[in-house]
């Protein structure tokens, strides 16, 4: 099993910046990729960014450009940087791993919220 815990969110500027994380423990293996989902009140939650175990990265229309998801294996730390934020990047930021039979594992996620 592996457990993620999401940090970093918090109330911003819009134009400001934040850097979220997410620290994966347990049996972490035969995971081909991780990324970062985002939920909206009263939207369906939206992929944001992903990163593959070869290191190939892709990311939302809405945010090439802005954000930019790295990973510390080391650390077995994801992360999620985020400038240039605007009010509609307000949303409960989710990271994901995904096993290469496509079983998924996520974190209880956190908030993100920028201020207009």
């Known amino acids: 099993q592996v457990q993620l815990v999401e940090s970093g969110g918090t109330l911003v500027q819009a134009g400001g910046s934040l850097r979220l994380s997410c620290v994966a423990s347990?049996?972490?293996?035969?995971?081909?990729?991780r990324g970062w989902y985002r939920q909206a009140p009263g939207k369906q939650r939206e992929l944001v960014a992903v990163i593959t175990s070869g290191g190939s990265t892709n990311y939302a229309d809405s945010v090439k450009g802005r954000f930019t998801i790295s990973r510390d294996s080391t650390k077995n730390t994801l992360y999620l940087q985020m400038n240039s934020l605007k009010p509609e990047d307000t949303a409960v930021y989710y990271c994901?791993?995904?096993?290469?039979?496509?079983?998924?594992?996520w974190g209880q996620g956190t908030q993100v919220t920028v201020s207009s």
């Open positions: 994901n791993f995904r096993r290469s039979d496509w079983y998924d594992y």
């Open positions: 347990g049996i972490i293996f035969r995971i081909n990729r």
